[in-house]
């Protein structure tokens, strides 16, 4: 069954790329399968600013943004790919002794994982009449053992038909990834919502995967690129008058912080494992590292190529072009 629902959201996300994260998750706020899941976030609490969609709301809201908690992460099928790598990183420590001290990091993400587990084992109702505690003992058990393989025959799914997390979606193409900064100028007057939704139409048919700001971000539109990068277009539209407009449009790569953080762990680790003279585990850090950072390199020049080619597909022939790669810093 797991494995069919894998299957499933594959199947939907190769659809509606557009509908999915980065990570291939659709945003749920429901639940299933009774009342399992902790009630308050546990994540660090951060204000945002409420912009509305493109920045159409004129007023703040009432309402927060939703946050993730510390289940979400755990009942996400990746949760096992992370356990593995950290798992690889330990069985290293065979090679290089430093590395053993990762062992309570892979003790601890175990342990939580399988203290969820039994606690939804034990709040389990079965409804079997004049059960003996040595059947309940059983059934629990069978429960909490569940709960544990359910994400992972679910990630088996989901990787047999090609929502992984090394995917891509969208068209290719290459470019330098930088800030560049486009003019359109109209002499017409356009609606600056009809703008942006020019730039997600002219996008859409460049064959890109387009996710639009929510209420809560300061950009307009998101070119994913994958897992690790993307490029996000921000839009002001200057007025000036008779009707005329120039619409000022910034493109900007963006980064995963998880992907960067991640290189430069395995760069450190690297160079202190070549200090130490284990050759073997520093070629093996050092390849995961280069793999990951050209991945991500790839992924955001993809996504900045699509987008500066759609954008200046919108532009009319006679509208001035800049692209500058020291405009648009923050």
């Not at 079965?126 to 994400?151: E, N, V």
């Not at 002001?236 to 960067?260: D, F, I, K």
Request: aromatic fraction near 8%; charge should be positive.
């Amino acid at each position: 069954q797991q494995r069919g629902y894998g299957r499933a959201e594959a199947m939907l996300e190769r659809k509606w790329p557009d509908r999915y994260s980065a990570g291939g998750h659709v945003t749920w706020r429901g639940r299933l399968y009774g009342d399992t899941a902790p009630r308050h976030a546990t994540g660090p609490l951060r204000w945002r600013v409420y912009h509305g969609v493109w920045g159409s709301a004129l007023f703040q809201s009432l309402y927060e943004p939703a946050r993730g908690d510390l289940n979400t992460v755990l009942l996400m099928p990746e949760a096992y790919l992370a356990i593995g790598f950290v798992t690889l990183l330990v069985a290293l420590g065979t090679l290089w002794a430093p590395l053993f001290l990762l062992a309570p990091v892979l003790v601890a993400a175990a342990g939580v994982l399988a203290l969820r587990a039994v606690s939804a084992a034990a709040k389990a109702r079965f409804p079997t009449p004049g059960l003996a505690s040595r059947d309940r003992l059983a059934r629990q058990a069978l429960t909490a053992l569940l709960h544990l393989a359910q994400p992972l025959v679910r990630l088996d799914g989901r990787l047999r038909h090609g929502l992984t997390p090394w995917r891509r979606r969208g068209a290719p193409g290459r470019s330098l990834p930088r800030s560049r900064r486009l003019e359109l100028w109209s002499e017409t007057w356009i609606d600056p919502l009809d703008w942006v939704r020019t730039f997600e139409s002219a996008l859409v048919e460049e064959g890109a995967v387009v996710r639009r700001g929510d209420d809560f971000d300061g950009w307009d539109l998101e070119t994913r690129g994958g897992t690790l990068a993307s490029a996000r277009v921000w839009t002001v539209v200057e007025e000036h008058g008779g009707g005329q407009q120039l619409a000022r449009v910034r493109c900007r790569p963006v980064w995963s912080r998880a992907a960067l953080v991640f290189v430069a762990l395995l760069a450190a680790l690297c160079a202190s494992a070549a200090l130490d003279g284990a050759a073997v585990v520093a070629v093996v850090l050092g390849l995961g590292a280069a793999a990951l950072a050209g991945r991500t390199v790839s992924e955001a020049s993809s996504a900045t190529a699509v987008t500066v080619g759609a954008l200046r597909g919108c532009a009319p022939a006679s509208s001035p072009d800049r692209d500058d790669p020291d405009l648009g810093r923050e």
